[in-house]
Antibody, heavy 120, light 107 residues
């Protein structure tokens, strides 16, 4: 069965960096696009970034463009989100989400999420 | 960006009721519309894609309709496990955008 397990969350000071990971299993990771979606405490869902199956296409939300970098290692079945210049408004649960196809389709599976808290 | 607007924002209903949630897109998105269910403290769960297709394992009491700008999610007979928050999302173009959510509560 498909499993997506995020890690790397925690408390970080404003302006610092953090890298999230998502370990995937139960499907051929290298064949599918992957997304990051976040949810601030008590708020709705916000799409953050997507990466194509072969890493050739990456698209970001304006709110994180230039600060966050999505990447993947298909040999390790792992998705990453490198977050820099973190702000208080980046505080959220970050979900790793599988695309139905290579990129640009709908979501089918979600991870359980990892909490990032940006605070001094 | 495509703005997604859900109504109502909250809804009280009883077990066995039929409920409908509406989602409107600020521009036409064909049928590139998905619905998700989220229970407190849990990750969202994918329910419907392409406006009306059920994800694997989703009970048939859930149904979706619509095309263009107006969409609905209907639960035909509410079960206790259906009380949750529901989100619509468009995947017609980037950035992907979600509705603000509809919280379905027990009356």
């Amino acid at each position: 069965q498909v499993q997506l397990v995020e890690s790397g969350g925690g408390v970080v000071q404003p302006g610092r960096s953090l890298r999230l990971s998502c370990a995937a299993s139960g499907f051929t990771f290298s064949s599918y696009g992957m997304h990051w979606v976040r949810q601030a405490p008590g708020k709705g869902l916000e799409w953050v970034a997507v990466i194509s199956y072969d890493e050739t296409n990456k698209i970001y939300a304006d709110s994180v463009k230039g600060r966050f970098t999505i990447s993947r290692d298909n040999s390790k079945n792992t998705l990453y989100l490198q977050m820099s210049s973190l702000r208080a408004e980046d505080t959220a649960v970050y979900y790793c989400v599988k695309d139905y196809v290579h990129i640009g389709s709908f979501f089918d599976y979600w991870g359980q999420g990892t909490l990032v808290t940006v605070s001094s | 960006d495509i703005r997604m607007t859900q109504s109502p924002s909250s809804l009280s209903a009883s077990v066995g009721d039929r409920v409908t949630i509406t989602c409107r897109a600020s521009q036409g998105i064909s049928d590139f519309l998905a619905w998700f269910q989220q229970k407190p403290g849990e990750a969202p769960k994918s329910l419907i894609y392409a406006a009306s297709s059920l994800q694997s394992g989703v009970p048939s009491r859930f149904s979706g309709r619509g095309s263009g700008t107006d969409f609905t999610l209907t639960i035909s007979s509410l079960q206790p496990e259906d009380f949750a928050t529901y989100y619509c999302q468009q995947y017609s173009g980037y950035p992907l955008t979600f509705g603000q959510g509809t919280k379905l509560e027990i009356k």
